[in-house]
């Protein structure tokens, strides 16, 4: 056990700096899952013993060669050695000096002891430096034996007799290991009760290092206190690395692994207690007050959203805000509230009560993607051309402000908690999935039957500080803080078939719906027919979900409740309950090229068998024109027209006509996917020009009316605002000047193909008629272009920004998304002008075709 940190493994031809970070280190071990040194081995940097290989190569090819290489490997790991023992020995300087900060106040204080005025009894001093002391002193003799091995180095020196001697004293871990819990919350205590004992703790300083004396760091006492904690549980790291740099013929070979094995067995041990520490804190009478959950949530203030860290314990519900670090402070956190689980309800609030949820709206959720995409373009491709870390730095502290700013704005759906001998709280969350996992935790929690209790202010203060060390969710869930490396999603087409459920306890009224992420929130984005009294619904619904950057698949099996009256009036927010859920991951390496996929997901005894396609963006964006031209779908809108002799194709209007008679107050209608089955069976029928379309239409889910719409636009050969334009039409929508902007805009409007522009007024028509309806069917106009905008412009394949690999960097999902949304803002654009004026003749020649 030693030098028991993590080491920076960069390395350019000169021995590396070894400085102790301890979060630098965790990070880095995260990021690559493996010890360090094992792949980022300096050994196998190309400028190390350049001058050997140099001389290598003139070498003849043979067993000579093999040989030469041999012990130049052999060397270079020997050299290795070396830069390891360098880095054990700056890491145990570092650990020293933070020994030696919690060892500098423990002698005033003891001498104080003594006074009329101690600051701390000598109990109290004994319990919160309790073998600090000793391990100091083991620290010492190891780093005093290894300084001068180090500094008169050769390949043959020996230092195993030093890690075993250390290993063998591991006993003192233990013993602060078993003490740590008890001498935190005595310095908290102390701190509470002290200011001065307050006023030392929170300023200990810490040197950098023995070549620089006056440069010190502040550190708190229970940061340092900590450090010994931490050290434990990378002790094996190093002796790893040392052992891989170490010869089998070497004398310190055996030495290393047996201290390697005691160092293993004791960390395997230590473990066991570490680990439930981390996750619990001590209460009164030696219960365990455990977090069982934890999440960054935004609370709703008094109109005004608020971003709130919500830690779900044992007995209790905790709000807390998390303070801004300064000074080099570390991460903190303020209580707003608590509410023990014995006092808490989930809120029955009738619609005429409730306090009504401030709605952002749609177009400043989209202007902040937009910023969103461009930034992380401008990121990619200043790292590509390799630049200046300031801006890439810079641009990194826009793109955090950006989405912490959506994250704030978007969640709109409540969930409700409230205190039986008190106040109401309101969250928002953007899924029921995760309502519905906060609810069932809080209640399995509930089932134990905790007493009501309150908490003093020192044991709150305690509390709130321990959620810094027990907290599960380190950071807000941005991309700014994933790594470079991690999936940036998919884009494109997910088809998901949803076949049946089985395992039912009982007849039920049964759908499901999918949820799908984007832009770090999720959306509902399909739902099945209700499958009535059944204990083995048989769906067989098909539906295509369109991806943006998405990661996860949710899947939420709901009972449908017919009889009002028998709601449970616990979950006010919801009509219906859910019975079971489940998400799955969508894994970019195995979806793409692939065929269907089927697969079971099992959850709450119950399985539903699904099966998932996903179309990739280069594929989504190939118009395929159809063989057969006596047929609508995938045959040019002129062609159809004129044969139909119409000015808008009855497949269109067809459609609109359904929507209109029974579908404006579908919630989620266009957004909301219908059954694929049915799509296809009403394509088949309009192909065919069969004339019961419309009896087959009446018979159908509306959805199903509105998919086969959608379809229509999707595979004409053309989109409507036409390859040519569709540039222009990019263009003239980022025109800053509005004057410009509209002139640009009307103009190309009018210069589209007379068929496509006459369709497209009828269904600009249809769309603004529907957002009339939107207090009712949730569907603004912001939302029907979000739907209409990238199937009605589409760039051709040729121009498109898209490469045609969907395996490459992330930056190529942004250039996907801010050309999405350049469509959305060109057809909102038109949504929202109540005419369209035009001095030609053009339009009077058209004019009564939207009545058509």
Not at 38 to 59: F, M, N, V, Y
Not at 389 to 406: D, H
Not at 607 to 626: D, Y
Not at 744 to 757: R, T, V, W
Request: charged share 25%; with cysteine.
């Amino acid at each position: 056990m030693t030098a028991l940190g993590t080491l920076d493994t960069s390395f350019s031809g000169t021995p590396p700096t070894y400085g102790f970070d301890a979060d630098r280190a965790e990070e880095q071990r995260r990021h690559h899952d493996i010890m360090p040194y094992i792949d980022d081995s300096p050994a196998s940097s190309p400028r190390l013993g350049s001058k050997s290989r140099g001389s290598r190569d003139t070498l003849s090819s043979g067993s000579l060669e093999s040989s030469k290489s041999t012990e130049l490997d052999a060397e270079k790991g020997l050299e290795m050695r070396k830069w390891v023992l360098s880095g054990i020995l700056a890491s145990e300087e570092t650990y020293l000096g933070q020994l030696e900060a919690l060892l500098l106040p423990m002698k005033p204080l003891k001498a104080a002891a003594t006074t009329s005025q101690p600051v701390l009894t000598v109990t109290q001093i004994e319990t919160i430096f309790f073998k600090v002391a000793e391990l100091y002193e083991i620290h010492k003799e190891f780093y005093d034996g290894l300084l001068p091995r180090v500094q008169q180095w050769n390949h043959q020196q020996r230092v195993g007799d030093l890690f075993q001697r250390l290993a063998n004293q591991l006993g003192l871990y233990r013993a602060f290991v078993d003490n740590y819990e008890v001498a935190v919350e005595t310095a908290e205590k102390c701190s509470q009760a002290n200011s001065q004992f307050a006023e030392i703790s929170e300023n200990l300083k810490v040197r950098s290092s023995k070549e620089c004396k006056d440069h010190t760091v502040k550190m708190s006492l229970e940061a340092l206190l900590y450090k010994p904690v931490d050290r434990v549980t990378r002790g094996t790291l190093v002796l790893h690395d040392l052992l891989k740099h170490t010869p089998p013929s070497h004398p310190d070979h055996p030495l290393l692994q047996d201290a390697l094995r005691i160092s293993q067995n004791f960390l395997s041990s230590i473990n066991e207690e570490i680990t439930p520490r981390r996750q619990s804190m001590t209460v009164k009478k030696g219960e365990h007050r455990q977090l069982l959950k934890d999440s960054f949530m935004v609370e709703l203030v008094e109109g005004a959203r608020k971003l709130r860290h919500v830690f779900l314990f044992t007995d209790l519900l905790l709000c807390a805000k998390l303070k801004k670090m300064t000074g080099g402070k570390s991460q903190q956190y303020d209580c707003k509230w608590y509410i023990p689980l014995a006092d808490l309800a989930f809120q029955n609030v009738d619609e005429s009560d409730s306090c009504p949820i401030p709605q952002v709206p749609d177009e400043d959720i989209d202007a902040m993607k937009i910023k969103i995409s461009q930034i992380k373009n401008e990121i990619q491709r200043e790292k590509k051309a390799n630049k200046g870390g300031k801006l890439v730095e810079r641009l990194r502290k826009k793109l955090c402000e950006q989405e912490s700013l959506l994250l704030l704005t978007s969640p709109c759906m409540a969930f409700r908690v409230h205190n039986r001998n008190g106040k109401s709280y309101t969250f928002l969350i953007s899924s029921d999935y995760e309502r519905a996992e906060w609810r069932e935790a809080i209640r399995e929690q509930q089932k134990k039957r905790f007493k009501s209790f309150s908490l003093t202010s020192v044991e709150l203060q305690m509390l709130t500080n321990s959620c810094v060390k027990l907290q599960t969710v380190h950071s807000i869930p941005l991309t700014i803080n994933k790594e470079d490396d991690e999936s940036p999603g998919l884009y494109g087409f997910l088809n998901v078939i949803v076949h049946s459920a089985s395992g039912l306890k009982q007849s039920l009224n049964l759908y499901c719906t999918l949820e799908v992420d984007s832009f770090g929130y999720f959306v509902n984005k399909a739902k099945t027919r209700v499958y009535r009294d059944t204990t083995e619904p048989n769906w067989n619904e098909e539906f295509e979900i369109e991806l943006e950057g998405s990661q996860t698949l949710r899947l939420l099996c709901y009972e449908k409740c017919y009889n009002k009256s028998k709601l449970n009036r616990e979950d006010g927010e919801n009509s219906d309950r859910i019975v079971a859920k489940s998400q799955i991951q969508l894994d970019p390496q195995a979806l793409p090229g692939k065929d269907w996929q089927r697969t079971v997901v099992s959850m709450n005894g119950i399985e539903v068998k699904l099966s998932m396609k996903f179309t990739s963006r280069e594929f989504s964006l190939k118009r395929m024109p159809s063989r057969k031209q006596t047929g609508v779908f995938g045959v040019k809108i002129s062609t159809v027209t004129k044969r139909e002799r119409s000015k808008v194709p009855y497949i269109v209007r067809q459609c609109v006509e359904e929507v209109e008679r029974r579908g404006m107050e579908e919630v989620g209608i266009y957004r909301v996917s219908g059954v694929a089955t049915d799509i296809q069976a009403l394509k088949v029928a309009f192909d065919a020009n069969d004339k019961d379309v419309s009896v087959m239409m009446s018979e159908m889910d509306v959805n199903a009316i509105a998919g086969t719409l959608k379809l229509y636009f999707r595979e004409l050969p053309e989109p409507l605002f036409t390859d040519e334009l569709y540039p222009s039409f990019a263009g003239g929508i980022a025109l800053s000047d509005s004057v410009a902007k509209e002139s640009c805009m009307l103009n190309l409007l009018l210069s589209l193909p007379e068929p496509n522009l006459v369709t497209f007024l009828f269904l600009l028509d249809h769309l603004k008629r529907v957002a009339e309806n939107e207090s009712v069917n949730k569907m603004s106009l912001h939302n029907l272009a979000t739907v209409f905008g990238p199937t009605l412009l589409r760039p051709s394949e040729k121009d498109s920004k898209i490469p045609a690999n969907p395996t490459l960097p992330i930056s190529m999902g942004d250039s996907w998304s801010l050309e999405v949304m350049s469509q959305v803002q060109v057809l909102l654009y038109f949504l929202q002008l109540e005419t369209i004026p035009t001095p030609d003749s053009k339009r009077q020649s058209i004019l009564f075709s939207t009545e058509v």
